[in-house]
């Protein structure tokens, strides 16, 4: 008489087969998953730009301290961190050239496991009622995210005087 059935070694390699592929699947998913966290954090970086940019050419007002008038919106980008500000700029009515910074609303967080790698310049402003620009003394601003597992996955938004926001 004969039994039909798996031996114990069979099942064992069936079962370690099966392990090692999810192991592959897996560990795929996870690296999937923080280049989507790159990608959806930069595209938010580019929209909050052009919101920036909005509220300027509307010429949105702002509560600014006596002695100073309003004069734009932008963002502040610090280096190393997971955040980011909106900011409304303010002029001394005084002494034309003096800012006055100041944050709209709470700190903009990015994706989880993302951060600032770089910004050149770290602040961006736009001026009403012709588009105006201020990159500082450069002539196009490069703003760079990473992951903060592996800093070699980057993406990079750039915008350039006339106000154009490209991600790279």
Not at 139 to 153: F, G, P, R, Y
């Amino acid at each position: 008489m004969t039994q039909k059935g798996f031996t114990l070694i069979e099942l064992l390699v069936v079962t370690s087969i099966i392990l090692i592929i999810s192991s592959i699947i897996l560990s795929d998913y996870h690296v999937g998953q923080r280049q989507f966290a790159l990608q959806r954090a930069v595209h938010q970086l580019a929209q909050d730009l052009r919101q920036a940019e909005e509220m300027s050419m509307s010429a949105k007002s702002y509560n600014c301290p006596t002695g100073y008038k309003m004069k734009g919106y932008g963002i502040n980008l610090p280096v190393g961190n997971d955040y980011y500000w909106l900011k409304a700029r303010c002029e001394s009515i005084g002494a034309p050239g003096t800012y006055s910074d100041h944050v709209v609303g709470e700190s903009i967080k990015l994706e989880k496991g993302v951060k600032i790698l770089g910004a050149v310049p770290a602040n961006i402003f736009f001026y009403p009622p012709d588009p105006e620009i201020d990159l500082g003394a450069a002539a196009t601003a490069q703003i760079t995210l990473c992951s903060e597992i592996d800093i070699t996955q980057t993406k990079t938004v750039s915008i350039n005087k006339t106000g154009l926001i490209n991600v790279e």
